[in-house]
């Protein structure tokens, strides 16, 4: 898990937060919109869709791209937990939420390393 998590408000344009996720080198930003649904997710494919489809990316605000039926992990799951929901969901980053606070990101990229590592030190 990344407990270095890119945060982003509604209010930012998909530029604004493409050049965000570009600059730490993630593929996701938390959203969390206190007057609206709480906490959600913007990934990089949410603004592959908006240009795709056309989309001014320096119009668009992020709250109106974000997933907000997310599925939220506990900082208790193992890995296997973990990619177990992302399976079942399809979906490549998930929100570690302790109690209501944001503790992390969980990506596919995070389970990737973990395994592989553990089958360096198994093997």
Partial sequence: MSNQVLMVGPEHTL???AQMM???RVGSAVVIDPESEGV???TERDVLNAIGAGLDCDVERTRAHVSWDVVYAGPDWTVEEAAAAMARGGF???VVLDGREVAGVISVRDLMRVWS???LTVG
Avoid: E, K, P, T
């Fill in 15 to 17: 530029r604004q937060a």
């Fill in 22 to 24: 570009s600059a730490r």
């Fill in 40 to 42: 959600g997710i913007m």
């Fill in 92 to 94: 490549r980053h998930l």
């Fill in 117 to 119: 590592q553990q089958r």
